[in-house]
């Protein structure tokens, strides 16, 4: 069960005006089920992403790289079931050809429609049935489509997952609105698995991919479920321009800092949303580092806790065997860490110093802390100033059920 996770209430989900979502029933791999969505976006609309480093990356994160050079994006266009990774040249001539389909429905040019997927890699796409389902997509466009549209983009996810926020920039109200996808296979390495988060702000282009970056870093660069990038992960950001604003081009304005502020404000609760939601995750941790000398450092160190499967399996069984923990922070490939610096505390209670326990550190508890759904795990490495948070939750017996059985 998703720890302490709801669905998102449609209501709750502000409309952005120049954006409009439409679902349909395509049967890409499974039939009775969402799994295509339509993203229309109104002639203006700026457009940026980030996408995954994985070498492997698949057909659609190669076909939106190229079109986003051209700008003028006018729709996007997401499938789930099928991952269309690992799939050669076919899998290339797929994604154009969902490109072309949505293109001939919307009255734009293919260059102008971003296509994304995300399921089975190394299946074939069947882009049969998504050149059949689009119609139903466009028949269903609507502003205050979010709610069904997080759905749409599911796959291993026990819940969809979306967010809003209201924000005033000089007397203008903004909306920001996203959704996201992901349980499994999950450490971004430059933004997340799917997601897609829209304003009605005017951004120039050139500040609008500062942004995409910016929110990403703070966000979904810094959850992990199970240490593995994927093949597909984008990060996609829209700034449709109909809330009237003078264009954002300023990256020391105001109007920007606030804007950045709600845009990560969502991608943050987007990123959280996607750990407590991980595959079989019955536990959300925060590790929280400091000290550092530089943020990397301190998200190395972050990173290292959270992707040791004996740190992860220890927190699932509320063991408090918390040598793990150290042993992790000295894993981290901080050469000349003086380990009798560092510091551990778990919540409140402060586990080991001096390179070894606390002398107030009593086994119960680390034991009582460790029962609980949600867990602050804090470092400090006493080496300088900056700091890093990481989000990620435990490994359970589920974890590994359900990649056993993910193609069945």
């Not at 791999?29 to 203006?44: N, S």
């Not at 389909?101 to 102008?112: D, I, M, S, T, V």
């Not at 941790?285 to 190395?300: L, Q, S, T, Y």
Request: aromatic share 4%; charged share 20%; with cysteine.
């Amino acid at each position: 069960m998703p720890v302490n996770l709801k669905p998102p209430v449609a209501a709750q989900l502000l409309a952005v005006p120049g954006v409009a979502l439409g679902i349909a029933q395509a049967g890409i791999r499974k039939a009775g089920r969402r799994d295509l969505l339509l993203i229309r976006l109104d002639e203006g609309a700026a457009v940026a992403g980030v996408f995954t480093q994985n070498r492997f990356c698949a057909a659609p994160v190669v076909v939106c790289r190229d079109h986003l050079q051209g700008g003028a994006i006018r729709a996007l266009v997401v499938n789930t079931g099928i991952a269309n990774a690992g799939t050669g040249e076919p899998g290339m001539q797929a994604a154009r050809a969902t490109c072309a389909a949505a293109a001939r429905l919307l009255g734009c040019a293919p260059e102008q429609v971003l296509p994304f997927s995300t399921g089975v890699i190394m299946e074939p796409l069947p882009v049969e049935r998504i050149e059949a389902g689009l119609p139903a997509c466009a028949a269903d466009l609507r502003e205050d489509n979010w709610a069904a549209a997080a759905e749409a983009i599911m796959t291993t996810d026990t819940l969809p997952k979306a967010a809003s926020r209201k924000v005033s920039l000089r007397n203008t109200a903004i909306t920001v609105t996203g959704i996201a996808k992901g349980a499994g296979m999950i450490r971004p390495n430059m933004a997340t698995m799917l997601g897609f988060v829209a304003t009605d702000a005017a951004v120039a282009q050139p500040l609008l991919a500062r942004l995409v970056r910016e929110a990403a870093d703070a966000s979904f660069n810094c959850v992990t479920v199970d240490g593995d990038t994927s093949t597909n992960d984008s990060f996609v950001l829209v700034a449709s321009g109909r809330a009237g604003n003078p264009a954002i081009a300023d990256a020391a304005s105001a109007d920007y800092a606030a804007l950045k502020e709600a845009v990560t404000a969502v991608a943050a609760e987007l990123a959280q949303a996607i750990v407590r939601d991980g595959e079989g995750a019955t536990k959300f941790i925060a590790i929280e580092v400091r000290g550092g000398r530089d943020a990397a450092e301190c998200k190395a160190v972050g990173y290292a806790i959270a992707h040791s499967p004996l740190v992860k399996t220890a927190f699932f069984a509320s063991d408090p065997n918390l040598g793990r923990i150290l042993a992790a922070i000295g894993n981290a490939g901080i050469a000349d860490l003086d380990v009798s610096r560092v510091r551990l505390w778990l919540d409140e209670v402060l586990v080991a110093e001096n390179g070894g326990p606390a002398a107030s550190y009593r086994e119960a508890d680390g034991a009582r802390v460790m029962q609980q759904e949600e867990i602050a795990v804090r470092i400090d490495l006493a080496r300088g100033a900056a700091q890093a948070t990481v989000w990620t939750c435990d490994f359970s017996y589920d974890y590994v059920k359900i990649n056993a059985d993910y193609r069945s």
